[in-house]
């Protein structure tokens, strides 16, 4: 037998050894209990009382705040967690094990001490948290954990990349969407999972990001897409994962605390105090009270692969409003690949007069540069009719972006868009092939002609040319990149500050079939 033919008849071994023990898991009886968002009472948790406070001189159902600062972002989240008196239900694409990831995490296991109820729902391949940590969390009496479209197979890494293989197609359809709701009072959604980056932790580039407070009606919606999810078929419970193990919860908190008694710590667990102290824990006085606010999402069933696949729900409730804009479009997204359509349809909009403007990322900011040699593509016919396009810079030249831990370097991470002044929209949706066919999202949309113009305030700084380049193309139709270099005017004729390894893996990257995953 030769060398080759030994090769494959172990790699076809390894195959149906994958296939039993794939099949062995399916066979594994889930128990599942069926649950929903717990009723609300007037004023029995702090949250309740907050919420009357706020309500009592208002009629309108709704009030949503925006949130940028990422350290705010942090404090929101802990802060609202402390204040939980009866249920924490939280739903992330990702939620690393990092400083702040155990920061937040911490504070979720001292609410369940208390009595709340927590469920906690995240997708299985976006989170970096270990399983050992997954059954130490699930086995609080208070908080059952679930993962979305999970692996069955947990104890073996070669297992497992062999489902991961075998499963691609089903597997390669993830939930995308973040939501934290305390008590069925505050809501937070927007484009934030739970991990350094999000909130100036890094050590290297920090994202720039927006999340959404509500309270009112916005918060009922989006308990109902929380159980959607929390009940659908792709949701699984951890517990039936995972092998019987001894109980690590009580290592698991030591490790907590001591993590948070640390210098690392101090500046974030500083910040909810002061907030909290201040009477602005969550932000209140930034708060819009408005009549047309609602959350929207994609089914869970989108992503599970058996029925209605392939149509992006929450992208055909947005496209419409997007398409009636009549006087500015302003676009914020990171990963951004319109597609033949999306240039068709942003054409037809600038040919009708309206001014459309979008911000993504420069090769040198993104996190994902096979995203950036999608998009590379679209730039020159945006460009030729009429679309203005802004790539967010790495390092500021006003020096505004820092972070707590020593990175001044920033990502673009921010999903939103704003329709003539008075529509907008922050969530988790990118305009890019994966948010549209792949992936589920979630946001909310509005109409509040104060939010939108705080919003495009942030968008008019950011895409200054201190803050990121302006895009154009020359005489001979070559693109140009300009921005401002300790106050002067600087023009590129290649993707600036990139490295040379960077562009060349760009321009690979673009040469590849590989848009329909992006």
């Known amino acids: ?7 494959a008849v172990l790699i076809v071994l390894a195959i149906f ?19 929903t968002a717990l009723p609300k009472s007037h004023d029995a948790t702090p949250l309740d009382r907050h919420w009357i406070n706020l309500s009592s001189v208002h009629s309108e159902p709704s009030a949503i705040s925006l949130i940028q600062s990422n350290l705010g972002a942090f404090a929101v989240r802990v802060g609202s967690a402390r204040a939980a008196g009866r249920s924490l239900d939280l739903m992330y694409y990702m939620w690393n094990a990092d400083l702040t990831g155990q920061l937040v995490m911490r504070e979720v296991i001292a609410a369940a001490d208390r009595g709340v ?87 290297n580039a920090n994202f720039r990001d927006f999340d ?53 710590a101090s500046p974030y667990l500083a910040q909810v105090e002061r907030q909290h102290h201040s009477g602005n824990f969550l932000t209140a006085d930034n708060l819009h009270w408005v009549d ?43 990963y951004f690949i319109p597609g033949q359509k999306g240039v068709e349809t942003l054409s037809r909009l600038s040919a009708s007069g309206v001014s459309v403007s979008v911000l993504t990322n420069s090769l040198a900011a993104t996190d994902v540069a096979a995203v950036h040699a999608g998009y590379s593509r679209y730039r020159r016919p945006l460009l030729v009719n009429g679309i203005k396009l802004h790539e967010l810079r790495l390092l ?44 589920t999202e979630m946001g909310v949309l509005f109409s509040s002609e104060e939010l939108v113009r705080e919003m495009d305030e942030i968008f008019k700084e950011e895409t200054s040319r201190e803050m ?51």
């Not at 037998?1 to 090769?7: D, G, K, P, R, W």
């Not at 009580?250 to 690392?264: H, I, P, Y």
């Not at 392939?310 to 947005?318: S, Y």
Request: net charge positive; charged share 25%; hydrophobic share 40%.
């Open 212 to 264: 959404v407070i509500a309270h009112g009606e916005c918060v009922a919606q989006a308990e109902e897409i929380f159980d959607d999810y929390w009940n659908s078929a792709v949701a699984v419970p951890v517990r039936s994962l995972l092998a019987r193990r001894p109980n690590k919860l009580a290592k698991l908190r030591r490790r907590m605390d001591v993590l948070a008694s640390g210098d690392a």
């Open 292 to 334: 047309n606010a609602q959350v929207v999402a994609d089914p869970p069933e989108k992503a599970a692969g058996k029925r209605r696949t392939g149509r992006n729900f929450l992208m055909e409730t947005l496209l419409p409003l997007m398409e009636e804009t009549k006087h500015k479009l302003k676009i914020t997204s990171p």
């Open 117 to 203: 109820r927590v469920r906690l729902l995240l997708d299985d391949l976006g989170v970096s948290i270990s399983d050992r940590a997954f059954h130490a969390i699930d086995s609080h009496p208070n908080i059952e954990l679930r993962l979305f479209n999970p692996t069955k197979a947990r104890e073996n890494v070669i297992r497992r990349g062999l489902e991961l293989l075998m499963r691609f197609r089903s597997v390669n359809r993830r939930m995308h969407n973040k939501a934290w709701i305390a008590d069925g009072r505050v809501l937070i959604v927007g484009g934030r999972n739970i991990g350094d980056a999000y909130f100036d932790a890094a050590e």
């Open 17 to 35: 050894a994958g296939l039993a023990m794939a099949s062995r898991h399916r066979d594994k009886i889930i128990t599942k209990i069926a649950s």
């Open 396 to 439: 500021a030249d006003d020096h505004k972006s820092f972070s707590l831990r020593g990175s001044g370097q920033a990502s673009l991470h921010t999903k939103a868009f704003t329709r003539d002044g008075e529509t907008g929209f922050i969530g988790s949706l990118n305009f890019d092939p994966r948010s549209m066919s792949l992936n």
């Open 1 to 7: 037998m030769s060398a080759v033919t030994l090769f």
């Open 468 to 518: 990121s380049f302006e895009l154009a193309l020359d005489e001979r139709k070559n693109l140009t990149w300009t921005g401002l270099v300790r106050g002067k005017p600087q023009h590129y004729r290649y993707e600036p500050y990139a490295s040379v390894s960077r562009r060349v893996l760009a321009g690979i990257m673009g040469f590849l079939p590989l848009e329909s995953q992006l």
